[in-house]
């Protein structure tokens, strides 16, 4: 092989490399889903995220002009009625960024996202819905992501 052909397959395995490294980058967030049952037809719907440092994720009351704020969505379902907004439990920070010269909250580390869910009747269901969010750290945003998620209710 000629040093140009090694050239090019070294900077190519260096490319691939960087490329996978960028990639595992984005995934900041891990999320779990549960329900838990708080009486006969009353059901939490937790949605926790756990959250990488030094990334922090957004309140769903960030105001406008700032960043995107953590935006929840429950597909209909004919047995479930949704009660109030969603709660969010975890240490909320509240910051003026001037980034986007706003009062920002967000979250670091960890946030449950709690939704109170009456069931109708006893049959068993599931909660479809989907978190939109944004995270950023002291430098950077990364772009919003979308994320599907599906819990039983037993």
């Known amino acids: 092989m000629n040093a140009t052909i090694k050239t ?5 395995v260096l490319l691939v490399i960087s490329f996978t490294g960028v990639c ?5 967030v891990q999320w779990s889903f549960e329900s838990r049952k708080k009486s006969d037809n009353t059901y939490e719907v937790v949605l926790r995220a756990t959250i990488a440092k030094p990334w922090h994720i957004y309140s769903q009351l ?7 704020a953590t935006q929840i969505t429950f597909a209909s379902n004919p047995i479930m009625v949704i009660e109030g907004p969603a709660k969010e439990v975890g240490k909320l920070l509240t910051t ?7 009062d920002v909250k ?11 869910i009456k069931r109708k009747g006893t049959i068993k269901t599931t909660v479809r819905g989907s978190i939109e969010y944004m995270i950023c750290d002291d430098t950077k945003c990364l772009p919003p992501v979308k994320k599907s998620f599906t819990v039983e209710i037993l």
């Open 96 to 102: 003026h960024d001037k980034n986007f010269g706003v």
């Open 24 to 28: 595992q980058k984005q995934d900041q």
């Open 106 to 116: 967000y979250f670091s580390d960890h946030v449950d996202f709690v939704q109170t």
């Open 8 to 12: 090019c397959v070294a900077l190519f």
């Open 62 to 68: 960030t105001p406008e002009g700032g960043p995107l």
